[in-house]
């Protein structure tokens, strides 16, 4: 079984891509194949340049890595409480090629921040939407205060409740067949 997993983020060091990569040790039973969003930078989206270029093959990839894939798994970076930009743009491109975006796929949802809220906003927003984009929530899960409760050395989540429901969260794409 196939996983994609991603960061909506295109920070280098993005704390949400560490998240996505923790996730992966829990899916020893798929292949997981992380995406970076900065493989997949495109024009400001406007319907005035899907006119002049059409639908960019980065898109098209986007989407196809999508619809390769039997799961999902995303986590989101939170700006100013809504999505990043990087995510937004991409989203917004693949939407106009292919409006079900993730294709009926199972999906995991998460998000991180340094603050206690640890991007719960931006999940809400993310739960709320994926079903009219044709994603099926499985689970999601917010990760409050990332710095104190994740050890970047270690690759691991220190807070042993936290860890629990976060591999509760990821569970669910096991099941897959």
């Known amino acids: 079984m196939k ?10 060091k993005s704390i949400n891509n560490q998240l996505v990569k923790y996730a ?16 997949y930078e495109l024009p400001l ?14 898109a098209k990839d986007f989407l196809a890595k999508l619809r ?3 799961g999902i798994i995303i986590s989101f970076a939170e700006h100013n409480g809504s999505y ?13 090629i292919e409006p079900k975006v993730f294709q009926h796929k199972p999906m995991v949802l998460l998000s991180t921040s340094p603050g206690a809220m640890g991007g719960a906003s931006v999940l809400a927003t993310a739960v709320q939407s994926a079903p009219y984009f044709d994603g099926i929530v499985k689970a999601s899960l917010s ?10 050395e270690k690759q691991l989540l220190k807070h042993p409740e936290l860890n629990e429901q976060f591999k509760d969260a990821i569970s669910h794409l096991n099941h897959l067949r």
Do not use: M
Request: proline share 3%; aromatic share 14%; hydrophobic share 30%.
């Open 68 to 70: 390769g894939s039997d």
């Open 45 to 58: 989206y406007s319907q005035d340049k899907e006119e002049e270029i059409g639908h960019p093959e980065i």
């Open 84 to 96: 990043t930009v990087a995510y937004k743009n991409l989203f917004d491109w693949c939407s106009r």
């Open 24 to 39: 992966s040790q829990f899916l020893k039973k798929h292949d997981v194949e992380i995406l970076n969003l900065n493989d």
């Open 143 to 152: 990760v409050p205060n990332f710095y104190e409760n994740f050890d970047s």
């Open 3 to 12: 996983i994609i997993g991603f960061a909506a983020s295109n920070h280098k």
